[in-house]
């Protein structure tokens, strides 16, 4: 490895790395290197510890009192029922340990889905490679936005800026060439290099790889890139602090029914026992595990569908986005660029769609306008393309370009041959185009391409049927006229032009020679309209904001189903003004047309001031602001760049809006499932409290026996609970409004609906409890039977967490196959203790007979059948209202 790559010219780097940058590295050599340097890695997250993760089981307030209830025990002499705790304890903490491990390794999976690729030369060709896998002397290529994954020696700049912030702390963009610099310069000052962990903001660059892994800057602090993990999202610590807020409510209640029972002269043991079986089974512990996994799998959904989520906040989130920002290449059209129209001084060439693949050239190719027009477009173009057939790796509309051209006889790299290229300026969103110089006899070849606004304007002459004439302002706007025509079509326009110069370094802009007009096809992907009608019956407003020209997006507006587009185009020049006219003039807007970065992120402000929840997709380096700004910033997965996704809170892995439906829709389950859960648990641990606190107070005998208690706990708090956490949510959950993002876990409904249905399961087991009296049952048939009743009026109750507005039979609940296999799995760990005698012992049971099971049945089915009428009844009510 050479040393003080930034102070060697950068032949000899190349040399000593054996290596050239037109063909790089050889496919053996890679290999070689590979197992010599290791893999371009990082560490970068700490991975979950499963130590850690099974000692943090033991600091719950659950622990702490199975803890106590267990000493109390052993301090009473109940041998048993100590041992039994212990046991719960054991099996508690398992429960929590494995849920926990599973929801860690479910997310640090998702992370790895977003992995970062490179472009890089190898065997003469250009592909795309995981960026773990570059090694010393890969010869990589880079554009604005790409994150730079190994650091670099320059070999060839045009314009090109480097953010180093995260590791110089330098808030300025660094302008970067591939002069050699003082062999003593400071990390900040080297110009001639590119560091691991930093990203282009402009430009476009070639550098050879120099360091990988832990021998580059970054690695030698580490520590710079070892973050701590996010952290959890809103939701979860909504759930811990509801939780906390349980945990102090539930002590006091429990030490409350403690100290009644100990003035009504129960045995004191029985009573503190009761007591703190009470408090454990009330405490919703679980709730934040639960929450976590329900997020991880809600998570692996969502990237089963191509969304990766990289924010936990968005998952919450999502449920209540009220307007999606959406661009259009890539994400209402299909991104698969093809040339249809050539249009030059001489005429228009139609080429047939339906043979852009083949090799066959099309007619008028060899005219000598139409010749000169692909030439430039071949030659001032980023993108790799070996063959018609090949996919080609760059942007899909440079591929495009190159493919027409390898249709018309010219190959890039052929013409490069001729036409040694001697500087590149990159594409900058400013000035809207792109521009190579090339050798070309005693001078130079400037080709240029851009929007044709800005390649028309810059031209002073254009090639016309017998050769250059003058452009003046009507010619520009016959130009012009005709640019808006193809658009009008649905195409997307370029305009090419060129020019000769003496020096490489003139500026590429001025006096062109304008060429002619390149329309390409994008069109409309066919799942967008329904996707998009689904949307508005979301209640969730659709907005294109794109920087194609108005006539194109209208056209592809009205072809994915976008509402009244003729009305609703604005271009990106009156952007402030309709923000100036308030929300209500926003709202009358479709399309946004000709729009930068900078009106991107005042649009995202606008939406946000009038109240919205804003959703935004973006692929390039200058989206990052607006991506960040948005509430869901969207970046694309196989177009976007590294900085648009370090921004972004969701990377969409096909770059298509239906997937962002799709993740709205389960961002809006997982936010159900939340909800269906915590409300289960909280109503069947309130209906406990309240079983055990009027029998205490009522001077009744217990109901319900500490063992038991912890037993019911073990059954209900965790498998129907995490069941419920799994369902795939309501068939119509799209056609409901977005949530209030402000509205809690448990609104004043739900608590309602939470008190009532805890009274009706106290209800059902008390009249289980009277029955049982009624029968001469002894002491512990009656415990029996109440125990019985009201763990079986439980795991009945998850039917009530149905929607009212579902179904009875038929609904996200009966859907949900975990929860039928959690049912069965309770209802046979309930069945069979009674019958096994050590169980039976130990729990205090006794085998039921038939009328015992009889009481049972109708007693635990009484409050289901009682809810679900209610529920019918409110249903018919809110079907009336929105009549």
């Known amino acids: ?10 032949a000899q780097v190349l040399a000593a790395l054996q290596v050239t940058s037109a063909d790089g590295l050889s496919a053996d050599a890679v290999t070689a290197r590979h197992q010599q340097f290791g893999p371009n890695t990082i560490a970068a997250r700490r991975a979950a510890n499963a130590l850690r993760l099974l000692l943090r089981q033991f600091t719950s307030p659950v622990v702490y009192l199975l803890g106590a209830a267990a000493a109390l025990a052993f301090y009473f002499g109940e041998l048993e029922e100590g041992g039994a705790i212990v046991i719960v304890l054991a099996i508690n903490a398992l429960i929590g340990f494995v849920t926990e491990l599973k929801a860690a390794r479910s997310i640090e999976s998702l992370r790895a889905l977003g992995g970062r690729t490179a472009r890089v030369r190898r065997d003469g060709g250009v592909r795309l490679v995981p960026a773990e896998e570059l090694v010393p002397g890969d010869i990589v290529l880079l554009d604005a936005g790409d994150a730079v994954s190994a650091d670099l020696r320059l070999v060839e700049a045009s314009r090109l800026s480097a953010d180093e912030s995260t590791l110089t702390g330098e808030s300025v963009p660094v302008e970067k060439e591939n002069a050699p610099v003082a062999r003593n310069a400071r990390l900040g000052d080297r110009m001639s290099m590119l560091f691991k962990g930093t990203a282009v903001t402009r430009g476009s660059g070639v550098g050879i790889v120099v360091a990988t892994g832990l021998a580059t800057e970054l690695g030698r602090v580490t520590q710079l890139l070892i973050k701590a993990d996010a952290g959890s999202s809103p939701l979860e610590r909504k759930l811990a602090r509801l939780s906390a807020q349980l945990v102090w409510a539930t002590l006091v209640v429990a030490a409350a ?25 009330a405490i919703p512990e679980g709730l934040p595990i639960v929450a976590t996994l329900a997020l991880a799998r809600g998570m692996w959904r969502m990237a089963r569908q191509n969304a990766l989520i990289e924010r936990l906040s968005a998952v919450e989130t999502l449920g209540a986005t009220t307007v999606i920002l959406t661009d259009k290449t890539g994400t209402l059209t299909e991104n698969r660029m093809t040339v249809r129209r050539l249009h030059v001084g001489t005429g228009e060439i139609a080429i047939d769609p339906s043979a852009h693949k083949g090799s066959q050239a099309f007619r008028g190719a060899d005219d000598r306008t139409v010749n000169t027009l692909l030439r430039i477009a071949v030659l001032c173009n980023d993108a790799y393309l070996d063959s018609v057939e090949d996919e080609g790796s760059g942007d899909p509309m440079e591929i495009a370009l190159l493919r027409v051209g390898l249709r018309a006889g010219l190959r890039r790299a052929t013409l490069l041959r001729g036409h040694r290229l001697a500087r590149k300026h990159a594409f900058d969103s400013a000035t809207k185009m792109m521009a190579t110089v090339h050798e070309s006899g005693d001078g130079f070849l400037v080709a240029v391409k851009g929007a044709p606004e800005a390649v028309v304007g810059a031209a002073t002459r254009a090639i016309g049927e017998h050769g250059e004439v003058a452009l003046n302002d009507d010619a520009r706007a016959e130009w012009l ?16 032009a060129m020019k000769m110069e003496t020096q490489s370094d003139s500026s590429p802009y001025d006096g062109l020679v304008l060429v002619g007009l390149v329309g390409l096809e994008d069109p409309a992907r066919a799942d967008v309209p329904s996707a998009i009608e689904d949307c508005h019956r979301a209640g969730i407003r659709v907005v294109m904001v794109t920087g194609d020209h108005a006539v194109t997006a209208r056209s592809i507006g009205r072809a994915v189903g976008l509402a009244d587009c003729a009305a609703h185009v604005v271009d990106g020049k009156a952007i402030a003004k309709v923000i100036e006219a308030g929300p209500a003039a926003l709202r009358n807007i479709s399309i946004f047309a000709r729009v930068i970065p900078a009106e991107k992120l005042a649009l995202v402000k606008a939406y946000q001031a009038a109240g919205d929840i804003v959703a935004m997709t973006g692929d390039g380096v200058n989206d990052a602001p607006a991506l960040r700004q948005a509430d869901i910033g969207v970046a694309m997965g196989l177009r976007g760049t590294d900085v648009a996704r370090e921004a972004a809170a969701m990377i969409l892995l096909d770059d298509t809006f239906p997937t962002i439906v799709k993740a709205i829709r389960q961002g809006r389950v997982i936010f159900g499932n939340i909800r269906r859960f915590v409300a289960y648990l909280l109503s069947c641990n309130l209906s406990e409290v309240m079983v055990v606190g009027i029998a205490v107070a009522s001077a009744l005998p217990l109901p319900l026996l500490p063992l038991q208690i912890l037993y019911l706990n073990l059954l209900t708090d965790v498998f129907p609970a995490f069941a419920l956490a799994m369902g795939e949510g309501e068939a119509g959950i799209l056609q409901q409004p977005p949530r209030d993002p402000k509205e809690p876990i448990l609104g004043r409904a739900q608590w309602l609906a939470i008190a009532l249905q805890g009274i009706a399961l106290t209800a059902g087991t008390f009249a289980a409890l009277l029955a049982a009296r009624w029968l001469d049952l002894d002491a512990r048939q009656s415990v029996t039977v109440t125990f019985l009743t009201l763990a079986f009026a439980q795991l009945w109750h998850a039917f009530d967490m149905r929607s009212v507005h579902a179904g009875i039979f038929v609904n996200e609940v009966t859907r949900n196959g975990w929860l039928w296999g959690a049912l069965a799995l309770c209802a046979t760990l309930l069945c069979v203790p009674p019958y096994l005698p050590p169980a039976a012992h130990l729990l205090q049971l006794a085998p039921p007979n038939s009328a015992m099971w009889v009481v049972v049945l109708a007693c635990s089915l009484a409050p289901l059948i009682a809810t679900q009428a209610i529920m019918a009844v409110a249903g018919l009510r809110h079907a009336r209202t929105q009549r």
Not at 481 to 493: T, W
Request: proline share 8%; charged share 10%; hydrophobic share 60%.
């Open 1 to 10: 490895m050479p040393e003080s790559p930034h102070a060697l010219p950068a």
């Open 257 to 281: 029914i403690a100290g009644v029972g100990l003035i009504v002269q129960e045995d004191p043991f029985l009573m503190i026992e009761a007591a703190i079986a009470l408090a454990v089974a």
């Open 481 to 496: 006229a005709r640019a808006a025509q193809l658009g009008h079509h649905g195409l997307r326009v370029l305009a090419c």
